[in-house]
DNA sequence: GATGAATGAGCGTTCATTCAT
DNA sequence: CATGAATGAACGCTCATTCAT
C-alpha cells in the first residue's frame, strides 16, 4: 500500500498489457501466420481495445519485430548459460545443439513464430542476422566452429557451411516434430545430433 | 470439326492460358512473395482477364497448390532421371544431392517460390507431402536411405533423420545463395555434400 | 446496337459511373465539408461499392483534385466566353464580374466546394493557380487588368491588388447569399459590381 | 485559508491552464490545421492531460469555438480603440481599414486560425456573427458605414455590401501575404485601402 | 468461354472521449 | 482537480471473388 509497491502495480500494469499483447500476438501467428493475426483479433485475444495496441507499438509491424527481438534474446540467452567452456569441441557441441533443441521443442510457439517471421516480408532485412550469422557479433556456436576449425578437429569449411550443417536439420527434425509429423524421443534426438556431428566433424 | 477435335482445341487453349496463369503466379509470388501478387496482378502479367482464372482455378489457394503441385512433380522426376542404380550407396546419394543442388540453383524462382510456400499457411496442410515425406509414395531418396540402411552402409535412424540431414543444409545452402549471402562454388558445395553423407552414413 | 453504339453506351457507362462518384463527391463536400463526406458515404450517395471509387481515381485525394480541375475548367471556360473584345475596358469588366457572379449564384454546390477547397490542405498547393493567380497562363481578368493599367483605366496597383478589389468582394457576397443569409437581387448586384469598379478605377 | 480565497485560487489556476490550452491550440491549429491538432497534441503542447481539456470545454468543438470567440472579442476591441469620433468619416475608414490590417499582419497565428474556422463546419453556425454581420451587436465598422450612407458620403448600398467591398479586399490581400505569395509594403497597403474607400465612396 | 468492372468484407490505423486512479 | 491509459467507432484503402456482357 505504500508508494513503492503503487509504482511497483503501475510498473507491472503496464507492463503486464504490452506482455498480454505480444503474447497474443505469438499465439495467433505461431498458430495461423500473419494473415492469421490481424491486430483486431490479437486485441481481443490480448483483452485489450484494438487502439490500445498502438499506445504499445508505433505500428503491427514494430509489434511483430518487438516480438522477434524478445524471442532471439531469449534464445541466445539460453544457448549460453552452462557452457563449460574447459570441455572438448565435441562435447560443448553436442551439449549447445541438444540445449538448441531442447529449446526449441519445449517452446512450440516461439518457435513456429521465428519460422513464420524469417520466412516473411518482416524478417528479410534481418536474415543476416540469423542464430549463426552475424558478423559482428558472433555467438557461442559460430565461436565453437572456429575454435574447431582452428584445431583441426572440424572439416575446413566455411563457418556457414557448418551451420547450415547444424541448424538446418536440428530446425526440420524441429518443425516435423512440432507439427505431429514426427515424434522425437531422446535417443533419436541424441542420434541425429551425434550424425550432425558426424558431418562437421573432421 | 468434330465434337472431339474442339474439345482437343479448346483442351490445348485452356491449358496454355492456364499455364500462362501459373507462370505469371511463380514469377510474382517468387519475386515479391504472396502478398505482391494479387490475382489481378497475375492476370495482368498473364494476359488474362481476372476472372479467367477462375475458370482453371477455384479459388487463389487452388492456384497456388497447383503451382507447388507442379513444381514438386518436376523437381522429383529431375532427382530420378539419370541416377545409376548398378552404383554404390555414396555414389548415388552424391549424384542425386548434387543433382537436386544443381537444380535448386539454376531454378531460383522455383525454389523461392518453393521457400515461401512451405512456410506459409498454403503449405501447412501440404506439410506431410514433402518430397521425402510421403509415405505412399516413396520417392527416389528415400528408397535409396532404405537400400543404405537395409545394407547397413547408412546410419539406422528413422529415414526422415536422413532426409532431415540431407536436404535441410541443402536448402539453406541454396537460400543464402540465392539470397546473394553467400557464394556457393564447386569446391563448398562438393565439400557440402560430402559431409552430409559423413553425417548419414555409418 | 452496332458496335459503334455499344462503344459508345460502354463509354457512356463509364464515365456515366465516374460521374455520378464525382457529382457524390461535389454534393457532400459542398454540404457538409470534407469532414462530412467519408468515401463510405461518397460511395452510398453515387450508389457504388467503395471499392468502386478506387477504380476511377487512385485515393480520396486525387478525386478531389479532379474534382476540383473539373470545376475550375468548367468556371474558366464560362468566364471566357462572349466577351467582346471591342468594347471598353470598363464594359468587359462589368460583364465578366456579372458573368462570374452569375455563375457562382447559378451553382452554389461548385461554390461551396471550392470555397472548401481552397481552405484545406488539399487546395494549398494550389493557391497561387487560383483564378486569377497563374503567372504562365494569363487569365481574362488578369489579361483585362494589365490592359486597363496600360491604357490608365485603371488605378496603377499591382495586378493581384485589383484581383483582390474584384474578387473578394463578389466571393463573399455569393458566400452569404448561398448561406442564405442576405440576398442578393438584381439591383444589389449591379450596384455592387459598379462599386468594385469604382475601387480600381483611375 | 477560507472558501473563497480558495475559490480565487483554484479559479486562477484554471484559467491559467485553460489559457495554455487555448494558446496550444490556436498555435496549433493555426499552423497545421485542424487535421494536425488532435486532443493529445493540444495536451502535450499545454504542458496538461489530455482530460484535463474536458474539464474547461465540453468538446473539441467547444473548444475551437470558445478560441474563435475569444480572437473576435480580441479584434473587434483592437478596431474600437483609438477611432477619434470627430473626424470625417473617410478619416475613421482609412484608420480603421489600417488598423484591421496591421492587425492581421502582425497576428498571423490568430488569421490563419480564423481563417480555417470560417472555411470548416465548426464555423458555418457561426457565420452570422461575423465581424460586421451582427445585427443586435453593431461594431464600429457598421456604425460607421450606417453614419456614411446617412451622411450621403457613402453608396446607398446595404451594409453588408459595403462590408464586402471593406474586408474582403483586405482579408485576401493578408493571406497571399502571410502565405507568401505577396508582399505588402506600406505603400502598397495605403493604396489598397484608399481602392477601398474609393470602392465604398459616393 | 472470356472478360474486367464492380463489389464489400476486412485490413491497419487514428483520435475524441471516458474514467479509474 | 488532474491525469493519461484505454477505448472503439470510423477512417482510407485493398483485393479475392462474382457476374453481366
Redesign the interface.
Known sequence: MNVHSCKLRDGMKRTAKRDDIIKASLDLIAE??F??APIALIAEKAGVGAGTIYRYFDSKDVLIAELYRELEEEIVSTLQEGCQEEKSVRDRYIFMCRKLLEYLITHPLNFRFM??Y????YGISL??DKII?KRDERNAFERLFEEGISRQVL?D??V??LA??T???I???VR?HT?G??NLDGD?IA??ID??W????R
Do not use: M, T, W
Not at 558426424?198 to 566433424?201: P, T
Open positions: 495461423h501466420g494473415h492469421g519460422e513464420q524469417f520466412n516473411s516480408p536474415r543476416r550469422g572439416k569449411l566455411p556457414y557451411v547450415a550443417l541448424f538446418s536439420p530446425v526440420s527434425l516435423d507439427l509429423l514426427i533419436v542420434k541425429s550424425a550432425c558426424d558431418g562437421i566433424k
